[in-house]
């Protein structure tokens, strides 16, 4: 019988890219699909399992596998991968089948966002509700070179227009208005980020600001 595993895999960097203006069409097309009434009735629960896909990633693997327990090793699972932080659980038991550099603290980047996203998700509960982008939203995003979905100051984007320039073009904008929405500062959002890493287990875990942008202190590990 195959065994249920958890792995989570980070990469080292996140390339930081603006939007072209075709990336942007293609990004309002998918939108005004994705808009249509009929789709937004489950919208909600199909965007809870994305993300929740995002964060763990369930494959099935021989049961025979199940005997690797031992840390930083893993034989036949690891090969070929080329992140340099893994683990790979087995759901049932908990037993950790193999790793590599599980508990070694690494930069999130752009990773930093699902968390951005899930306390959206869990806070803003109207996707409809319209949020009005300000300048302060947007400060210091361009000067970092941040990746952007394209919102400008002025702008009425619905929460749903957020989370899709979240999520699709891993936008900074659409992080930082959501942060705002949420909690009225990224101070207050980051504390609230670094309130909900403990309550789900992430001890090794630190944000210092909802975008991914880097910071000595802003760290996670694989575990």
Not at 137 to 161: H, I
Request: charged residues 15%; proline residues 3%.
């Amino acid at each position: 019988m195959p065994s249920l595993v958890h792995v989570w895999s980070s990469g080292s960097t996140t390339s930081s890219l603006l939007l072209s203006n075709l990336e942007a069409d293609r990004v309002r097309v998918a939108r005004s699909f994705l808009l249509n009434p009929a789709i937004l009735i489950t919208m909600k629960k199909i965007m809870r399992i994305c993300f929740a896909v995002f964060i763990s990633i369930l494959l099935v693997i021989p049961s025979s596998s199940a005997s690797i327990h031992a840390e930083d090793t893993g034989g036949d699972i690891l090969e070929g991968t080329s992140s340099d932080y893994i683990i790979v659980e087995d759901q049932s038991t908990g037993n950790v089948i193999a790793s590599k550099n599980a508990d070694k603290k690494m930069f999130p980047a752009s990773m930093t966002k699902m968390m951005s996203i899930i306390l959206a998700i869990e806070n803003l509960t109207d996707l409809n509700q319209t949020i009005t982008i300000t300048n302060e939203m947007l400060s210091g995003l361009y000067e970092a070179n941040a990746s952007v979905a394209g919102f400008a100051s002025g702008d009425q984007p619905t929460v749903l227009d957020l989370l899709y320039g979240a999520a699709l073009p891993s936008g900074a904008d659409a992080i930082n208005a959501i942060a705002y929405t949420v909690s009225g500062s990224i101070d207050s959002f980051v504390a609230l980020m670094n309130e909900k890493a403990q309550q789900i287990g992430m001890s090794s875990t630190h944000f210092t600001n909802p975008t991914g942008l880097h910071d000595d202190d802003h760290y996670s590990t694989a575990r």
